[in-house]
């Protein structure tokens, strides 16, 4: 069956670095739309990036994410990375992948992933 594990979270200080990254199984992933979702203490889960399958691998960005976080594939290793720089504190959030298992342009709405990872925990503080 489809599964989806996050790895990579973890403590970082403002300013900092970090890569998470997502494994899939059970199907490929690089076939199908994969996105990058966050969920804050007490805020609602929201979409950060997301990549379109790799016939077609556009990506899109959050306001947020624009150009400090970079979503990217590795299709050998069936695993899609979230590559986050330049963090505050504001980016602290349990970070989720998750799939539609559709073909099409990738979003970032919730209500469409179907299937989700347990999610790993970033947290940026000094």
């Known amino acids: 069956q489809v599964q989806l594990v996050e790895s990579g979270g973890g403590l970082v200080q403002p300013g900092g670095s970090l890569r998470i990254s997502c494994a899939g199984s059970g199907f490929t992933m690089a076939r199908y739309t994969i996105g990058w979702f966050r969920q804050a203490p007490g805020k609602e889960r929201e979409g950060v990036a997301c990549?379109?399958?790799?016939?077609?691998?556009?990506?899109y960005y959050s306001d947020s994410s624009l150009y400090r976080f970079t979503i990217s594939r590795d299709s050998a290793k069936n695993t899609v990375y979230l590559q986050m720089n330049n963090l505050t504190p504001e980016d602290t959030a349990v970070y989720y992948c998750?799939?539609?298992?559709?073909?099409?342009?990738?979003?970032?709405?919730?209500?469409?992933?179907?299937?989700w990872g347990q999610g790993t925990q970033v947290t940026v503080s000094s």
């Open positions: 990549i379109s399958a790799s016939t077609d691998p556009r990506t």
């Open positions: 998750a799939t539609d298992l559709r073909q099409g342009r990738c979003n970032l709405r919730v209500s469409t992933h179907d299937y």
